[in-house]
Nanobody
Framework: QVQLVESGGGLVQAGGSLRLSCAAS????????MGWFRQAPGKEREVVAA????????FYADSVKGRFTISRDNPKNTVYLQMNSLKPEDTAVYYC??????????????????WGQGTQVTVSS
C-alpha cells in the first residue's frame, strides 16, 4: 500500500512559478513509475509529466514542455513538479500517481493504482 500526499499548490500570477511536491509512504517508492496529472473543471484528467523509477527517463505533455520539470528524490520518497512560466490554462487540480508500470504505460491514468488527494493550482491573468 502506498499513500501519496501532494503539496505546493496555490494562487500565482501568469508568468510565475510553483513547485509541487508529492511525498510517498510505504515501501518500494524507488520502484514506481510516478506521474503528475491534472484536471480542470469540465475537462478530463490529463497527463502532465511522468518519470521512470530511476529518474532516467521523463515524459512531458506538449502543453508544458519547456516550462515544467519533473524530478524525484528516491531516498526522500518524493517526486517534484517545478512549474515555470505558468499560464491561466494551467489552472487545475494537480494529482500525483504511482504504480509499478512499464514505461510504455506512463501516460495512461487508468493504469495507476495509487493517487494523492490533489492540490489546486490557480493561475490568474
Amino acid at each position: 500500500q502506498v499513500q501519496l500526499v501532494e503539496s505546493g499548490g496555490g494562487l500565482v500570477q501568469a508568468g510565475g512559478s510553483l513547485r509541487l511536491s508529492c511525498a510517498a509512504s510505504g515501501r518500494s517508492f524507488s520502484s514506481y513509475t510516478m506521474g503528475w496529472f491534472r484536471q480542470a473543471p469540465g475537462k478530463e484528467r490529463e497527463v502532465v509529466a511522468a518519470i521512470s523509477w530511476s529518474g532516467g527517463t521523463t515524459f512531458y505533455a506538449d502543453s508544458v514542455k519547456g516550462r515544467f520539470t519533473i524530478s524525484r528524490d528516491n531516498p526522500k520518497n518524493t517526486v517534484y513538479l517545478q512549474m515555470n512560466s505558468l499560464k491561466p490554462e494551467d489552472t487545475a487540480v494537480y494529482y500525483c500517481a504511482a504504480d509499478y508500470l512499464p514505461w510504455s504505460l506512463h501516460s495512461n491514468s487508468e493504469k495507476y493504482d495509487y493517487w494523492g488527494q490533489g492540490t489546486q493550482v490557480t493561475v490568474s491573468s
